[in-house]
């Protein structure tokens, strides 16, 4: 299940970070180094997002590793992941870098190293928090897709 779903996500990001690096070609101005201009955006905004969640992760891990504030408790810490997962997406976006490529890769390093940082209360509860968010976000996106097909007025 991971390795598909992880793989869907890639191919997910990789194509809204591709549609970004095209969205900024000058089509009036196509000439022998375009090609080249559009790998080079690609490159940087998939490196650039790819660092920017990796280091992310990696800060979280480390602030409920070292620092106090938010030792044994259970809110605190869930708190700080949620938050500086949403940090990574809104650092992307204000720097104009691909924010689900940025909470993919942040995601993959909380749970390799902040996971083991956090009490087991907290591992409990978030593991339950993000599955029913996770749960309630998919049934709205089949509830809308589902609506969205019987308007006629798309289709036209």
Request: glycine letters at 8%; charged letters at 15%.
């Amino acid at each position: 299940y991971s390795l598909v779903f992880g793989e869907g996500v890639v191919n997910d990001a990789t194509s809204v970070v591709l549609f970004n690096a095209i969205q900024k070609l000058d089509v009036t101005r196509v000439g022998g180094w375009t090609i080249a201009h559009v790998i080079g955006d690609f490159l940087y905004l998939f490196f650039a997002s790819t660092s920017l969640g990796i280091s992310t992760g990696l800060l979280t891990a480390y602030a409920l590793k070292a620092l106090y504030f938010g030792r044994h408790s259970t809110d605190r810490e869930i708190a700080l992941m949620a938050l500086m997962a949403y940090l990574s997406y809104t650092l992307a976006e204000l720097s104009k870098l691909s924010g689900i490529l940025t909470v993919f890769f942040c995601g993959i390093v909380m749970s390799h190293y902040a996971w083991h940082n956090i009490t087991h209360n907290s591992r409990v509860t978030t593991k339950h928090i993000f599955a029913t968010m996770s749960f309630i976000a998919e049934t709205f996106i089949f509830l809308y897709v589902g609506t969205d097909v019987f308007d006629i007025e798309k289709w036209k």
